[in-house]
């Protein structure tokens, strides 16, 4: 093997003047002249991770100078994870951008400044050229889950009834769409059954494909609370994460093989009659084609498969099968493969199988990853969807929506493509001009190379956003955002919960809320019927009615209800028929109780579908996009480390965060280590078929010998997304960040970016 | 204002995530901005990921006030063990070396030994120290022992801990197992051999705003 990656393989340019010039540069404090006191304290939430802590806002002179714990707020009670704590040192750091910027090759960075409305201007101009050359779908737009609910409810408005393009769709395309798909398959709704008070008294806890301590810390002590009153903890990883450390049961699954695992708990418990017949019989449809499906399933052919020793195969379906209670929680493990769906419904299967859904105690969900991952995935920038969580091929959908609107259904776009199609369509010449906002897939799609690639054939390219992501560096015109605290709103986190964000100061500079943007954007196109609302609030009032009789039913919902109950659980219907049980002012707290209501089984069963029941579907096990072999023997697997969040666009700015981990390390056991002659802290090379990567090693004996791991919140030469395959779920469209195939060796010399970089560019 | 007598801190190191919240939140405090008070480290990470958190156990006799020459420790009449005061510390450095827990440290830019106070500033007006507060895994908790011991029936706090001959008592608890014994046996253990006490008080007990 040479040292250099294969001849065809891209690499990423250094860029070191733009990133002189906009960073990411790093802050340790914010300077306050001399007195730390706050004007204000204002109750909001985190503005990272699903779990949505509730926190204060420590305000002075407009800038946002600290946090202090909000005690009262009954999910987190004051706890916080590091970035939460250190968050307010993005909010008025050197690198905001404070106007608009376009792209200037005149410049050494590459931009140079240009008045806000001119870059408005410029950007409306390129719309409507590119869509009257080349037809409204050649204008694409990228969305994300880390917006307020009111703004991705505007963005999928903005695309759909002003740009009137089938392209928009969002990046919780690369976080929550397997779960999605696999609860609507499931239980015909994509929300967490239970609240977490409900994992307190589980007997069980099963935690597959979750680094729960680093990705959702808070959540730890629900299950570590759990613990303490007798639960027994199941944790399926191929890390021993600090989760996993002091769990009851590890079960160290090799990347890829969860619906085997899941295919062979059900195998047992079908074996040892560990099932609930009556549930099966009165709630469930399928049963008897999944039982005859997994019959192949035995524990040794489930242990051969999954890597996972026999006995622990055994074990987990034992204390899984004869619980009385029990909680199954998955993230993005589970879920980022091309078997993403199956791989959830797998897991769901035998949370149906024993009967335990519906009940306190006895409770089932993913743990959603960005901040609004689930409000995000319900009112209309997902690619096939319009507002409530209804269908963009639906008819009665199409219309309701468009009456709210004020506009013709027909006029309504058909379903789009899922964000990397849209990559693959600006590659292939068919989108030329794009709209980016909240997303950074440079960084965070997988065979980064090629996006890059793909993003330089754009005729023109726009980006919103308050820092000049790794993304925003190939853009035409960068307006310029807001961050979440310089807007009001509501996101809706892990449980279902909706909640108030508030606004604690004005944007800086030129900046503003991203919803003014958008409506400017409408405005200056000329197309500004119904982009004319003067608050996020009369936004939330239009997609209330917008939701309304939908899945995902928001209308009983107001931002008033959401301050007094701490939160209200969707769905929240305005109305509910006469005879149905009568909503709490928390709303639906729980999901699928015996004898609850909901609009699309209307009073047959608890279940989301016309004849009330829950779905199993079939699992059969396919094995991941791309295994290993003797030219890339070993499984590459990605994710997160707790001091820093998705791409690193916020947390690569923040100097606390940037020091607990500053540059991303491989990890592997030391078994491979010595077999291929690396020592802890060497430079080592990592190389898969789409790219390759030098980065220092971390010899551990917590990862499989056959799996290496990096965290891809870093751009540019230390991203792991440059080895990452595109492979997709056939539903979901997520890919399959969790496993690819590489080889890797010690390098023979520092990557050119030790020397020129600091650890966070 | 005192730290509220049924308010105690609870260490437990077998919940630590090495998050470092508590370390973030530590350089949150007023009184030593940008600096944090607490070690938190991977006691190995070649093996484990157990990490532990290392803050002031608030000793009864500190070891650290001691040893100090200048007399620039003081101990709270509640029990809390402060910075060094800064007209006093000379910076020599000896409470470092003494502390059988390794917890002061020397900030050689202010020549000052500076140390958790459980964040007096915020404990004596009833609020959590901001560790405890942003934990979560609860690692490090602040409350009543009566909720501590509902919540976590399968531990037990302990605040006695022996070093060689000393017998240290300390105003945080760690939490060890419930029915396990306090100590393991060995020779020393089972000999007639008195442990150096504490019987001579000293003077370092002041009232805060007593002295600056």
Redesign the interface.
Known sequence: MKNSPPASTPTPALELETIRRFGPHVVHERESAGDSGADKLVKTHCCFCGQQCGVQLKVRHNTVIGIEPWYEFPFNRGMLCPKGIKRYLQQAHPDRLLHAWQKDSATPDGFSAVPYEDAVRRLAGEIERIQREHGHDAFGVLSGASLTTEKTYLMGKFAHMCLRTSNIDYNGRLCMVSAAAGNKKAFGIDRAANPWEDILGAEVILVSGANVAECAPITTNYIWQAREQGAKVIVVDPRITPIARTCDLFLPVKPGRDTALFNGILHLMIENDWLDRGFIQAHTAGFEALAESVREWTPGRTAEVTGIAEKSVRQAAEWWGVAKSSFLLHARGLEHHSNGVKNVMSAINIVLASGRIGRPNCGYATITGQANGQGGREHGQKCDQLPGGRDLSNPEHRAHVAAVWGMNAADLPSPGVDAYEIIRKIDKGEIKGLLSICFNPVVSLPDNNFVRQALEKLEFFAVIDFFMSETARYADVVLPGSLQEEDEGTVTQVEGRIIRIKKAVESPGDARSDWKIIQDIAQALGRGQGFTFDSPQSIFEELRAASKGGVADYSGVTYERVEDNFGVFWPCPDEIPEGAPALGPRGTVRLFEPGSWNPVAKGAGPFYFPDGKARFNLTPYVGPAEDVDAEYPIILTTGRVVSQFLSGNQTRRIGPLVDHYPEPRIELHPRLAERLGIADGDWTTVESRRGNCTLRASVVRTIRPDTVFIPYHWAGRKSANQLTISAQDPISKIPEYKVCAVRLRRADSPPEYAELLQPQQ | MAVPAQLEFFLDP??C?????C???C??C?TH??QSMIQLDYLD???????APVVCLHCETPTCAEVCPADAIKRTEDGVVQTARKPRCIACNNCVLACPFGVPKMNTRMNLMMKCDMCYDRTSSGL?PWCA??????ALAFGTREEMMR?????RPVNAFQFGLQIIRTKVNVMAPRDWPDEVVDVTAAMYEPTIGHDMLDDIFVNIGDEV
């Open positions: 077998s919940r995530i090495g998050c470092q919240a370390l973030q939140a350089t949150e007023d901005k940008g990470r070649a093996y484990s990921t157990q990490t959590k507060s942003v934990c979560p895994s609860q919540l976590r029936p399968n531990a």
